[in-house]
């Protein structure tokens, strides 16, 4: 179970000045969750979830990169928040605009792409009949739950993939660049954040960014470590 969502988008709520966090200085906002709102299963109870990523360093680069630094973190205060400014050294097309909140729980399963469907023997290289059925029975699952709406944005969950298995994708970025080797089985999906030209948000050629978190850094509340990936 998830719960699908529309953002808000800029600088409200940072209890320092965002300036002031070395990490955030030139990574766009990309939204803020209050923990209290939602009372998720998996999420913190109260707080507000922040969450940045580095849109400069990927698509001033042709978007060629398919992974930036991300960072997010969890704040135990969600009291009174002060709107803050963007960051001088934010270029305004990395400054994102604002959106409404909408909060609409929903049945998801995973991507017959995915690690999880690969774990039961189904894959696409041995032509599975299971798999077939798999695909079947998930486009008409799709089709009777999903809200009608073409941008998905979602918080926990299974993804809406793109390009491949995100599963895969965050396990060879972590043991690429870490000494705690993880599996593929490890990682879940935090955050998807659609396209959308409203907000000013366009991840690739309409595509879908998402931030990848281990089961293990989730049941301890460690969100520090989360890979961001955009797909198109």
Request: hydrophobic share 35%; aromatic share 12%; charged share 20%.
């Amino acid at each position: 179970m998830m719960n699908r969502i529309k953002f808000i988008l800029d600088g409200v709520g940072l209890e320092k000045q965002w300036g002031s966090i070395s990490k955030c200085l030139l990574q766009s906002f990309i939204c803020q969750i209050n923990c209290s709102d939602l009372r998720l299963a998996g999420l913190p109870s109260k707080g507000i979830l922040y969450f940045f990523y580095s849109s400069k360093s990927v698509f001033d680069e042709g978007g060629e990169a398919l992974l930036a630094e991300t960072y997010v973190f969890h704040s135990e205060g969600s009291g009174y928040l002060d709107r803050i400014p963007f960051p001088e050294a934010l270029e305004a097309e990395w400054r994102y605009h604002s959106s409404s909140v909408k909060f609409i729980p929903e049945l998801t399963l995973p991507p017959s792409e995915s690690s999880i469907i690969r774990s039961f023997g189904m894959t696409y290289e041995n032509n599975s009949e299971d798999l077939i059925g798999y695909i079947t029975g998930l486009n008409m699952v799709r089709e009777s739950l999903y809200i009608k709406d073409n941008r998905l944005n979602r918080i926990l969950g299974y993804p809406d993939q793109l390009q491949g298995d995100l599963q895969s994708a965050a396990t060879q970025i972590w043991n690429a660049n870490h000494a705690d080797k993880t599996q593929p089985m490890d990682w879940r999906l935090l955050l998807q954040v659609d396209s959308d030209r409203g907000n000013g948000m366009l991840w690739g050629d309409a595509g879908r960014l998402y931030f990848m978190i281990t089961e293990k850094r989730l049941q301890t509340m460690d969100f520090h470590n989360c890979i961001g990936i955009y797909q198109c």
